[in-house]
């Protein structure tokens, strides 16, 4: 039987977790919507303002799979948590238990920094669902995903009002035009 290894990412395996984002891209009929580049991976995964984390799966050494997460926060438990963006595990290495040790991984992370929950999406579609299910997870179906991207997105900032200070003029660091 293989062993399994997860461990923390380093800046060098920045193209293997692009690798993995391409393939994961590809199997959720996306492929031509990575934008992201090695490049990227570095500097916001390394640079001086880190903004996600990630765990690589190894299967007798060889990377197999891999967890990329960010913090969040809840409001109602006044406590952070980690979103898990991807986790994808290459099809030859799923029979070995994989997923489930990144997600251990994950949990374990969560708790001892304290945090209280841990998020992540799935495709309605995504057979992948019913692993999740096993391992302890929640469809919350009164919550839905929505998202603002692309031209809206600059359509809705550029309509952008002078942020007020607490007298009522300009706040702090704006131009108050």
């Not at 997923?99 to 929950?117: P, T």
């Amino acid at each position: 039987m293989p062993t399994v290894t997860i461990r923390s990412a380093v800046e060098e395996d920045c193209t293997t977790i692009l690798r993995f984002v391409r393939e994961l891209a590809e199997f959720e009929r996306e492929a031509d919507s990575v934008k992201a580049t090695e490049a990227d991976f570095r500097r916001d995964g390394w640079g001086p303002h880190p903004v996600f984390e990630a765990l690589i799966a190894e299967l007798d050494g060889t990377p197999v799979g891999f967890a990329l997460t960010f913090r969040n926060f809840s409001t109602w438990e006044g406590r952070p948590g980690l979103y898990v963006e991807d986790l994808y595990v290459t099809p030859d290495a799923r029979r070995w238990g994989v997923g489930r040790k990144l997600l251990v991984a994950v949990a374990q992370r969560a708790v001892e920094r304290g945090y209280r929950r841990v998020d992540l999406n799935v495709l309605d579609w995504n057979p992948a669902r019913e692993f999740y299910d096993r391992v302890g997870f929640r469809q919350m179906k009164e919550w839905l995903p929505y998202r603002l991207t692309g031209h809206a997105l600059l359509e809705l900032a550029a309509a952008a009002l002078p942020v007020e200070g607490p007298a009522g003029g300009p706040a702090e660091g704006s131009s108050g035009k």
